[in-house]
C-alpha cells in the first residue's frame, strides 16, 4: 500500500493526543506532520497554578519534549492561512504548500474581548508562557514600586479558569506580600460575571457550592455584572469605576480565525463552529475536531481527547479500507474544578461532590491528562513535582534563601 499523508494542525489538546495515538501506527504506511504556530502544548487545567507560583513547566510543556519519543512525526512550526479542500492542499503564511491525503484541524480557538474598549491594551491574559510572565512580573513589580498591594485584583469571568484563579489568588498574592514586606490585611480580589451564576455551564448545584466556597476564601463575587471599560487606573462596571491596575481577563473565545478566513470551505452553526458530520469530517478526508467543531460538550478538554481517539480509530479503519465505520458518540464529561487549596467541585451527570475528595479526583484526573499527551513516565515526573514552586522575583527569591 502507497504511503498515505496525514496533516494534524494544531497543538492543542486534540492535535497533541492524536499524535500520541499515532505513534502505535506503522510508519512505512502513514507519513504524519503536525503544523502549529507555536511550538508549545499548553496545559489549561494548570494555567492558574502556573499564574501563582508554582512552576511554568507544569502547564506550557514543549512540543519536542511531547515528541521526543515519537521521532517519525514531523513537526513544523508554521501559520496555516489557507486550504483547498479540492485540490487537498494547505498552504501557510509563508507560502508553504502541504499535500494531504488525510488532514485533522484542530486549531483551537483564540481570546475575544468582545469589543470592550481598554481591555485588549490593559488587561493581563494566562494563556502563553509571555502572557504568564508579564502578569506574575506585574505583581511583583507593583509591590516593589508602590510598595503596597494593588487597590483591587479583578479577575473577569467565572467559568473554570477564572474560578480557579481568584480562588488560588486569596493565597498566593498573600504570600508575595509577605516576602515583599507588606501587610495584606486589605487584599481585595473580584471575580466578575456577566451571567447570573458562576461556573454557567455546570448545574446550579455546583455553581452554588463553589460560589459558598469563594465566598468563604473571602472572593467578592460579582454576578450579572457588565464589563464596561477599563483604563490604566480603573475598571468600569455596570457604570461604576473600580480602582485598579490589576484586571486579568479569562472571559470569552471565539473560533480559530482561520476558518472565518476560509468560509467558503467550511458550514457553520450560530456560534461559528464547524458544523461536521457523524465522523467528525466535513468530507471524505478532513476531520474538524476539538474546540473548533460543532460537537456536544465542546470547548472541554476531555472532549478534544475524546475527539481525537475516535479520529485515530476511523483513520485506521480508512487506511484499513474497511467498510464498517461506526458514528462518534460523544462523551459524557466529567469536571473537576478547584478552588483553593484541597477543594475543588466534582461533577458527573446531575451528581456532585465537593471539598477534599474532590480535589483529590482533580489531582487523579491531571495525571490521566498529562498521560494522554506525555506517555505515563513523563507524566508522572511532572505530576509528582507539581507543588514545586517557582519564582523569578528577586525579592522573592532573596527571601525564600533567608527562611
Known amino acids: ?70 521521532p517519525h512525526i ?47 491594551q490593559y488587561s493581563y491574559n494566562i494563556k502563553t ?18 510598595n503596597s498591594l494593588d487597590k483591587s485584583y479583578n479577575v473577569i469571568g467565572a467559568g473554570p479558569t477564572g474560578v480557579e484563579l481568584a480562588a488560588a489568588l486569596t493565597s498566593y498574592i498573600k504570600i508575595i506580600a509577605k516576602k515583599h514586606k507588606i501587610k495584606s490585611s486589605k487584599l481585595r480580589i473580584n471575580l466578575i460575571e456577566a451571567q447570573k451564576r458562576v461556573l454557567p455551564i455546570s448545574n446550579e448545584k455546583a455553581s452554588q457550592k463553589t460560589l459558598k466556597r469563594l465566598r468563604k476564601l473571602k472572593v467578592k463575587v460579582m454576578l450579572n455584572q457588565k464589563v464596561e471599560l477599563q483604563t490604566p487606573d480603573f475598571l468600569q462596571v455596570n457604570g461604576v469605576q473600580i480602582p485598579t491596575s490589576t484586571v486579568i481577563w479569562t472571559a470569552g473565545v471565539t473560533n480559530n480565525p482561520f476558518f472565518k478566513k476560509n468560509e467558503a470551505q467550511f458550514s457553520f452553526n450560530p456560534k461559528g463552529k464547524v458544523v461536521v458530520d457523524n465522523h467528525l469530517m466535513v468530507d471524505d478526508a478532513v476531520y474538524v475536531i476539538g474546540d473548533n467543531a460543532d460537537t456536544p460538550y465542546s470547548g472541554l478538554g476531555l472532549t478534544a481527547v475524546d475527539n481525537a481517539g475516535y479520529v485515530y480509530k476511523d483513520l485506521k479503519r480508512q487506511l484499513k479500507g474497511s467498510r464498517r465505520r461506526p458514528g462518534y458518540k460523544p462523551l459524557v464529561p466529567a469536571t473537576a474544578i478547584p478552588a483553593g487549596k484541597k477543594w475543588a467541585v466534582f461533577q458527573y451527570k446531575k451528581f456532585v461532590l465537593t471539598g477534599p475528595i ?40 532573596a527571601s525564600f534563601n533567608q527562611s
Open 1 to 70: 500500500m502507497k504511503q498515505k499523508h496525514l496533516i494534524i494542525v494544531g497543538s492543542g489538546w486534540a492535535g497533541m493526543k492524536l499524535a500520541r495515538e499515532l505513534k502505535k501506527y506503522p510508519q512505512e504506511k502513514l507519513k504524519v506532520t503536525l503544523i502549529s504556530d507555536i511550538t508549545t502544548f499548553r496545559y489549561s487545567a494548570a494555567l492558574y497554578r502556573a499564574a501563582t507560583g508554582h512552576k511554568e513547566h507544569e502547564a506550557i510543556i514543549p512540543i519536542s519534549e511531547i515528541l521526543s519519543d515519537n
Open 74 to 120: 514531523n513537526f513544523i512550526k508554521e501559520t496555516i492561512t489557507h486550504i483547498d479542500r479540492e485540490k487537498k492542499v494547505i498552504s501557510t503564511k509563508d507560502g508553504m504548500k502541504f499535500h494531504y491525503d488525510y488532514a485533522v484541524l484542530a486549531l483551537g480557538v483564540v481570546t475575544s474581548y468582545f469589543g470592550i474598549p481598554g481591555i485588549d
Open 129 to 146: 508562557t509571555s502572557e504568564l510572565h508579564h502578569f506574575r512580573a506585574h505583581l511583583h513589580r507593583e509591590m516593589i514600586d508602590e
Open 358 to 397: 474532590a480535589s483529590l479526583i482533580r489531582s487523579i484526573a491531571d495525571l490521566v491528562a498529562y498521560s494522554d499527551i506525555l506517555g505515563y513516565k513523563k507524566a508522572l515526573h511532572i505530576w509528582l513535582t507539581s507543588e514545586e514552586k517557582e519564582e523569578k522575583c528577586q525579592v522573592c527569591k
